[in-house]
């Protein structure tokens, strides 16, 4: 069974702090994404990350693919009020059907 | 460009009353998707549909039926609800199946 682990499950930091969350794995998975979550809101996609080792920036944010696609994390410089959210990744299926499994998400407070 | 859009955004059942949510989408997507959300427990599949006429059964299908008619719609029925049907369910759709997915603003639905 595979199963996506996102570690810390809550966050609470204040405005302009350094913050990293984590998505791990003991699978291994051909490309992970990262969602962000707003209340009363669906996921919006932020990146997706394919080759193992692959570091990409948006902004302040900065996202790394394990060197052997088993997990991923997600760096947030200088927190901002909105920031927070509800932060999802999510993998490819290995069954077969190809549909994304999503882990439980890391809920983050940015305090002003 | 409305994206994917839902109807109802809230909704309160009685149990053992039916409902359809219905879902549509503007970007010619092949794929799409019902998703529900409660707390602790992710994002997790009902249904999905890999084109117009085509459905299939997710993770947790049970109590739960869907039929694409359009390439636009996709449609989730419950026949006789449950308490435990009490969630938040979100559409979404995709250009190519395991990755970007779009998605809807959610359904509220409580049943009591």
């Known amino acids: 069974t595979q199963l996506l682990e996102q570690s810390p499950q809550f966050l609470s930091i204040q405005e302009g702090e350094n913050l990293t969350v984590y998505c791990n794995s003991s699978s291994v998975f051909s490309s992970l994404q990262w969602y962000r979550q707003e209340p009363g809101e669906g996921p919006v996609l932020l990146v997706t990350?394919?080759?193992?080792?692959e570091v990409k920036k948006l902004k302040r944010l900065t996202f790394q693919f394990g060197d052997a696609r088993k997990d991923s994390s997600l760096h947030i410089t200088a927190a901002q009020p909105g920031d927070t959210g509800l932060y999802l990744c999510?993998?490819?299926?290995?069954?077969?059907?190809?549909?994304?499994?999503f882990g439980t998400g890391t809920r983050l407070t940015v305090i002003p | 460009n409305a994206g994917v859009t839902q109807t109802p955004k809230f909704r309160v059942l009685k149990t053992g009353q039916s409902m359809t949510l219905l879902c549509a989408q503007d970007m010619n997507h092949e794929y799409m998707y019902w998703y529900r959300q409660d707390p602790g427990m992710g994002l997790r599949l009902i249904h999905y549909?890999?084109?117009?006429?085509?459905?299939a059964k997710g993770e947790v299908p049970d109590g739960y039926n869907v039929s694409r008619l359009k390439k636009q719609n996709f449609l989730l029925g419950l026949e006789s609800a449950a308490p435990s049907q009490t969630s938040v369910y979100f559409c979404?759709?995709?250009?190519?199946?395991?990755?970007?997915?779009?998605f809807g603003p959610g359904t509220r639905l409580t049943v009591t």
């Open positions: 979404a759709s995709s250009l190519v199946r395991g990755y970007a997915q779009y």
């Open positions: 999510a993998g490819p299926d290995q069954t077969g059907a190809n549909n994304l499994f």
């Open positions: 990350v394919v080759t193992g080792g």
């Open positions: 549909s890999v084109g117009e006429g085509t459905t």
